[in-house]
């Protein structure tokens, strides 16, 4: 893409017929519509997720309290991403052994069939 | 070598009350044999299971907090594995996680002190020093 643009402006002649053509024509409509453009690019403004654990200062993820892990296991019982629920990288970490003792011990549900 | 472990097992919900107590003080009782010690033993009720155990849909849950060595812990779910009413079990060791907690915590607390402090040394050190140089030009700023 940006050799593209390029090289129609540098080395213009060397190029194949239709490269010019193109490279013009892309020109064309880009000094009316860069605002177009972006708008298009970000349609909406997604918020930063932050980490429960850390804004709420909660330093112990106990697999006994099944309240808090249930909040980060979807329906089907799978442990839910990080880049959906915006936990940070540590207490991920210790958020899903949390769940897998949790698991363990029948307060939460495995993950595959729904029973 | 002293370790804190903690010992949650599930028994069918037709126990009786008191079938539990023995239950459990048989355990204390094991625990005592091999120098340990029952810190802790929290009753979590009954309580529905995630997915059904021995064709159980629930089950009432038992917490005990205990303090010993490995060895110890190895009898107690040979126990718990041979006896009847016992459907699952689960021990996890808690001393590290808690030693890790209470390091976190005294850093904490530490710089709570060191950030509450500076503002607290600040705040009057400057006055003084107003108070005694330009004492009258203060109020007519504000």
Redesign the interface.
């Known amino acids: 893409m940006a050799d593209e643009t390029k090289a129609p402006a540098s080395g213009g002649g060397s190029g194949s017929s239709d490269r010019p053509d193109r490279g013009g024509d892309r020109r064309g409509p880009r000094p009316g519509g860069p605002g177009g453009g972006r708008e298009g690019g970000r349609k909406f403004f997604r918020r930063k997720k932050v980490c429960k654990f850390c804004t709420e200062?909660i330093?112990?993820i106990d697999?006994?309290d099944y309240r808090v892990l249930g909040q980060f296991v979807a329906e089907s019982g799978k442990i839910v991403p990080r880049r959906l629920t915006g936990v940070c990288t540590p207490h991920q970490r210790r958020l899903s052994t949390a769940i897998k003792?949790a698991?363990?011990?029948?307060?939460?549900?495995?993950a595959g069939r729904a029973? | 070598m002293n370790r804190t472990y903690e010992l949650m097992f599930i028994v069918r919900p037709d126990m009786p009350e008191e079938d539990q107590e023995k239950l459990i003080s048989t355990l204390e009782s094991a625990v005592n044999a091999s120098g340990g010690a029952i810190k802790k033993v929290e009753r979590m009720g009954k309580r529905r299971l995630a997915y059904t155990v021995r064709r159980f849909f629930e089950g009432v849950y038992l917490l005990l907090t205990i303090e010993g060595s490995g060895g110890l812990v190895h009898e107690l779910e040979r126990r718990l594995r041979v006896s009847e009413p016992v459907i699952k079990f689960l021990t996890v060791r808690v001393d590290e996680e808690q030693k890790r907690l209470e390091k976190i915590k005294k850093l904490r607390d530490a710089r709570r002190k060191t950030s509450a402090n500076p503002a607290a040394a600040a705040a009057p050190a400057p006055t003084p020093a107003e108070a005694g140089g330009e004492a009258p030009a203060v109020p007519a700023q504000v």
């Open positions: 200062k330093d112990a697999y006994k003792l698991r363990n011990i029948a307060l939460l549900p495995f029973s």
